[in-house]
């Protein structure tokens, strides 16, 4: 009996130790302009271990308990900072080699099965010499024509930022479309009109298929000194016939978890209260002057997102007729507004067709640009372009009346009334009237 016990024992851990093999099934690259995310598909979870070597450089990855598949192709690979990739048996495991480009900081971690993937081991590189989030931050799409300016005076600076990326597909429609493809689109299109805009400046935030995390995506509007953060996304829901586009700003919610993230770490936000350092100052006074400037920021917010909600009127039902308020983490920057657009449903047939449809893409985009021009020409930051202009520009508000206005600019009725061919004085709310030189 004790035989038959020991032979059964021997049985189970040799079968064990089979069915506890890790196949390596494939391997896909994604290069940002700063790092390159590799994402090994996996059967199951893998312990390993990283090292790099040099001269040349490389990164060797440890895989315990690990064999490849059968259908992984080994193939001569060369995207963003890995130029190769190479495999070998090791006597418990497997060992793969990344050949590199230069020297990196590697990071590791193992993902669980999801809707799109199963089970993935994914190592991100970043260049050695760099600060994550702050170096080689994407370019606009397409250059621009730089315009001689007034000394002292700048661009207002537009972050825009596609949803996604990499290995993070997005929501996915019917008609297979995937978000993060037709947000990247809309993204560039919004950035070309931006770029056309007199005074205005587009900062892409990801400008290509790789996966940025959402705290470096606000560290690089930061990084950019940008004006406004608009992140660019297409909703799903499970019920196909839901449709429209919404805006989103920050709820106080996710600003009160954010406040207590940066006053932890306010060694580290030393401009982040309009240059005011917060690393002298004690928990209740840095408490008040982040809360000062949260709030200053989440009412921009608010009337930039409703200006661009306006617009998408125009364009069709919206989901929401007013911005709502959530706690997404992209829009967290405490001293940059923030929206959120979901640019429609693309889990509705109708919509995700629209959503692949180039005109339908520069019609969101244009919406988008309409309310930003509108916002900003109502509160332009000062020694910029837009205020320059805005200076010499009034639009007329509920209860506005000529004599008003000229008392506010310290022009003449008159003269107000001929430089904008007013013949009474009667005035539509919403006209922009220009102001004349002088009295």
Do not use: C
Not at 11 to 22: I, R
Not at 313 to 340: C, M, N, T, Y
Request: glycine content about 8%; charged content about 25%.
């Amino acid at each position: 009996m004790r035989f038959l016990i020991a032979i059964l024992s021997l049985w189970l851990a040799a079968a064990g130790s089979v069915t506890a093999n890790v196949e390596i099934q494939g391997v896909r690259l994604w290069a940002a302009p700063d790092s390159t995310r590799v994402v090994f598909d996996i059967s199951a979870g893998v312990a390993h271990k990283l090292f790099t070597l040099h001269d040349p450089e490389r990164l060797v990855i440890d895989l315990d308990n690990a064999r490849l598949g059968a259908g992984f192709q080994e193939a001569a690979i060369e995207t963003g900072l890995v130029r190769g990739l190479r495999t070998g048996k090791r006597e418990q495991g497997l060992r793969v080699v990344l050949d590199l480009s230069q020297a990196v900081r590697p990071k590791s971690f193992v993902l669980q099965p999801n809707h799109e993937y199963g089970h993935r081991l994914v190592i991100d590189l970043t260049h050695a010499g760099s600060t994550p989030g702050v170096r080689n931050a994407p370019t606009p799409a397409t250059p621009r024509t730089v315009k001689t300016a007034p000394e002292g005076l700048r661009d207002l600076v537009i972050a825009i930022d596609a949803g996604h990326g990499g290995e993070d597909p997005g929501a996915i429609g019917k008609g297979k479309t995937r978000e993060k493809d037709v947000v990247l689109a809309i993204a560039r299109r919004l950035a070309n009109q931006v770029n056309a805009e007199p005074g205005m400046r587009a900062v892409l935030i990801r400008d290509g298929d790789y996966f940025i995390s959402l705290r470096k995506r606000i560290d690089l509007a930061r990084q950019h000194k940008a004006d406004l953060f608009i992140s660019i996304h297409a909703d799903a829901f499970h019920n196909a016939k839901v449709h429209g586009s919404s805006v989103y700003v920050l709820s106080r919610r996710g600003a009160s978890s954010e406040m207590a993230r940066w006053i932890a770490a306010r060694e580290n936000a030393s401009d982040l209260v309009g240059g005011v350092r917060l690393d002298d100052k004690d928990d209740l006074l840095t408490e008040v002057l982040l809360d000062l400037s949260q709030t200053a920021t989440i009412e921009a917010s608010m009337e930039v997102g409703a200006e661009v909600l306006k617009h998408f009127r125009q364009l069709g039902k919206v989901h929401k007729p007013e911005v709502q308020h959530a706690a997404f983490a992209v829009l967290r920057s405490p001293d940059i507004p923030s929206i959120l657009v979901e640019t429609a449903f693309i889990s509705n047939p109708q919509e995700e067709r629209k959503l692949r449809d180039a005109r339908h893409q520069d019609q969101l985009a244009r919406a988008m640009v309409a309310g930003i021009r509108s916002y900003f020409t109502q509160h332009p930051p000062p020694g910029t372009l837009m205020a320059m202009r805005s200076d010499r520009r009034h639009i007329v508000r509920s209860g506005d009346t000529l004599s008003h206005i000229a008392r506010r600019y310290g022009v003449n009725v008159d003269s107000l009334r001929a430089t904008n061919g007013l013949n009474s004085d009667r005035l539509l709310v919403g006209r922009t009237l220009t102001i004349p030189e002088g009295g």
